[in-house]
């Protein structure tokens, strides 16, 4: 397993090697807990050209990892990854394709987080009662008409009390709503 630091601004991060590998970790001729000055490390698997463990700035974001691990693949789900997530230490991306997403065959979550367990990350799905224009139409099925539409309802009643009363919205039906509920919140 190789770590690799990611290009950034950071004068931190300007000095780290451009791989880590286990045999230093071992050795202790490089730390392998994260600081102020290293940063934190993520792991980006999945549809992704270069997967694998990035050392990147303490206050990263998804769009900066997706751009160190080379970007997204040809068939990459784009739509069900928020580039504006904030990352933390020890978090894992996964980036489905688009035949997961589209059957259902992966879940939203990140492994190696303090604890141990399964927890869906921060901004995973998209709040119906905050979400802009351009955020709803990164989900399937959602073009600007219907993202319009989402707004226009949202704003005339006030927003949305449940994920289920998106069915009230002009042109979205049963088939169009149970494509969107695994990726929608409503907070």
């Not at 978090?91 to 987080?113: F, H, Y």
């Not at 141990?116 to 901004?123: A, K, L, Q, V, Y």
């Not at 009363?165 to 042109?171: C, I, W």
């Amino acid at each position: 397993m190789s770590v690799q630091s990611a290009q950034t601004t950071s004068p931190a991060l300007d000095d780290l090697p451009g791989e880590i590998n286990e045999t230093e970790l071992a050795s202790g001729a490089v730390s392998a807990a994260p600081s102020e000055e290293l940063g934190i490390y993520v792991h980006i698997c999945g549809a992704v050209n270069q997967p694998g463990v990035y050392c990147l700035s303490g206050n990263a974001r998804v769009f900066e990892l997706v751009e160190s691990a080379g970007g997204f693949t040809e068939d990459a789900a784009q739509w069900c990854v928020n580039m504006a997530s904030k990352l933390s230490d020890g978090e894992q991306l996964i980036v489905p394709t688009k035949e997961q997403a589209e059957s259902g065959e992966w879940t939203v979550g990140t492994q190696g987080t303090p604890g141990g367990g399964t927890e869906e990350p921060e901004g995973a799905r998209i709040d119906l009662n905050t979400a802009s224009k351009e955020q709803l139409m990164t989900l399937p099925g959602i073009g600007e008409s219907k993202a319009e539409a989402i707004l226009s309802y949202r704003e005339t009643k006030g927003g949305f009390a449940s994920i289920e009363e998106l069915k009230n919205v002009d042109g979205i039906k049963d088939g169009t709503f149970s494509k969107l509920k695994d990726f929608i919140t409503v907070r």
